[in-house]
């Protein structure tokens, strides 16, 4: 519907009036109108005047129609006013809420309707169709006369379909394949599950994000010259897709060539920050790098009391052998002060939530890096839909005022989901999340999972900032119950844990923790247990009172290498502290991973083992380690080590000692990319032994003395809406005869 105004009229000669007629107004008084007019009584005015007079009342968006007749000595103005709008309403739309609809539109109840703010509205809400990938929705304003010149205003909202990618492809890359490049962007292409897929939607909007992240990836892979030429975005004749191309060029690989470090300060000496510097000669280039060494550099000068010293790298290109020299400069910076942090749009985030991501306090000599990495930390903590982070000068050119606004949004999660596995069968999971419990930026977390087999009920809480230093305290309260297939036992167990976790290096942190922990074997009434099981059972509940430490490495996310990294866990725990136990557990992993072929293909190996010193207390099966397919696969939990055979059913017992090695390959099996489905394979070899210090009560034991069991298989690994979903084909090439094989396995996880 659309709304068109009369033309205004043309006078040519000149006019006086001696009084003015208004007619047809209700709400507005004459003198309002007058004044709108800018005519007064008596005097002279102009065609051209009349004009403007006209188009002032035309344009006051007051009138429907307005007209201007000199009559003799007598203007007349006679207008129609535009009516009020009684209500606003939306129909048709289903994917977007009324309420969400309302405040896109500048239109407001009681208020006079405006037909050019309507069309404008209509604008509005169609946008936003066309972000959520619509973009063959239609809008259209109608209105519904009532009495006392009001009407009703109603958005007609035809949503159509979402428009999907059909297709994403590059035009260029001759290094990465198009299916390693979708999986960079945040765009993805219609799959399988289309329908419950939201980032298959073409958003124009997007479009520069995807190119970032291309740019990023690239740079950060030595491809310093990438540059995307082009996006070309085609509909197809059905008009329901897109085919989108990007037109990009990769340019050459380039490597660091020479390192070094120079000083440009008075009394800095290069060689003793020089081993602070982490880049090799040979190693791809990196952005990233670059930026941590400085990064580096600067904190350690904070640390030797030498303010406002700034690196700066000089980079040197070498064509012929594809290498860039670096040099970082020491340099004095600007001698530039923070003089205070104003932070904005915190409703519910208390200001020092937001202040402790900042390295510098008000008084502090002002970095730009650092600023820019405590934006980038206030946008990780995801409290914050938006977060900008800018620097001003201050109450003079010595002093900077830093501005921090930011807008808030949910940080809280009730989920519903589900588990499966042939292993503990299929759970309900029920979980209420806290990420910024009473603006304090603590976490809460309750969580109820009960599956067939094993139920478990927690509480756990965590303060990431305490008193104010990088330090995390973690309180981990847990109730288990376990009736599991594999065994013919059940447990109860229930575990106190306060923890302390921080970092000791760039990518080293460690944890110490207390560990209290009351578990209880109980029988079956018609099952009837092996001699060794039963003297677990006999002993009841046992409370064991420990104190332990994780030391952890992980260069995965953050090392040298995008294309590679590495993981090492080492813990111990020291039970004797009161309770009924005492003994010591250790427990060692080492993940390497990388990938070749362009990416395509990724290669994991792990190694892990255990070793548990026994000194007092019943050393139960439930204490000792038990195997299951997360850590060899091929068999069932507890299917492989020590057993005893004495009773009607044989008992998995456990060991002492553990080793265990995996090795797997994972890669595209050529479906498309957007079905989410790839395939691997995997070769295990473990070895679960020792029952020292265990009371055998006379059982017939097998495997005490331990084998190495070996198993080959190959997985399918498939990405869908509802989790991931694996299943594992596996075959085991050496096992003992007492062994508990598994052929299959599939496992699933999701919360909604």
Known sequence: MAWVAPAAPVWAQDYQFNSVEINGNNRIGDSAILARAGIGRGQTVTGGQLNDAFQNLQNSGLFETVAIEPRGSTLVITVTELPTINRISFEGNRRIDSDVLAQLTGSRERRVFNPSQAETDAAAIAEAYSNDGRIAARVQPRIIRRDQNRVDLVFEIFEGDNVEIERLSFVGNRVYSDRRLRRVLGTKQAGLFRRLIRRDTFVESNVEADKRLLQDFYLSRGYIDMRTEAVNSELTEERDGFFVSYNITEGQQFKFGEINLVSEMNGVDAAVYRDLVKVRSGVVYSPTLVETDIARL????????????????????????????????????????????????????????????FDSVEGDPFNPREIRQAAERIRALDYFSTAEVNAREGSSEEQVVVDVDVVEQPTGALTFGGTFSNNDGIGVVVSFREDNFLGRGQRLRLDLSTAEDARRYGVFFEEPSLLGRDVAFGLNLSYSETDSSFATYDTETLIFQPALTFPVSEFGRLQLRYTAENLEVT????????????????????????????YTYDTRLGGLDPTSGVLFEFSQDFAGLGGDANYVKTVAKVVGERTFLNEELTLRATLEGGA?????????????FLLGPSFIRGFEPGGIGPRDTSGPETDPLGGNLYVVARFDAQFPIGLPEEYGITGGVFY????????????????????????????????????????????????????????EEQSFEVTLRTEF
């Not at 020299?325 to 923070?338: A, E, I, K």
């Not at 099981?533 to 994780?550: E, H, K, M, R």
């Not at 548990?612 to 000792?624: E, I, K, P």
């Open 298 to 357: 600067e904190r350690q000068a904070i640390r030797d009391g030498i303010d406002f010293m700034r690196v700066e790298p000089r980079i040197e290109r070498n064509e012929r052998s594809q290498t860039l020299d670096v040099t970082y400069v020491l340099s004095r910076g600007p001698r530039v002060f923070v003089e205070r942090i104003d932070i904005e749009g915190n409703t519910t985030t208390l200001d020092r939530v937001v202040r402790r991501q």
């Open 523 to 550: 029988g079956r009434d018609i099952v009837v247990n092996g001699n060794t099981v039963q003297d677990d059972i006999d002993a009841g509940a046992q409370l064991s009172s420990s104190i332990g430490y994780t």
């Open 684 to 739: 295990d070899v473990g070895n679960l032994w020792d029952l020292d210090d265990v009371n055998l009560n006379g059982g017939n034991i097998q495997g005490e003395g331990g084998s190495f069991r070996h198993v080959v298989g190959v997985s399918v690994y498939w990405d869908t809406p509802l989790g991931p979903l694996q299943f594992n084909f596996s075959k085991a090439l050496k096992s003992e005869d007492f062994d």
């Open 612 to 624: 548990l010193a026994w000194s007092s207390g019943n050393n139960r099966v439930v204490d000792r």
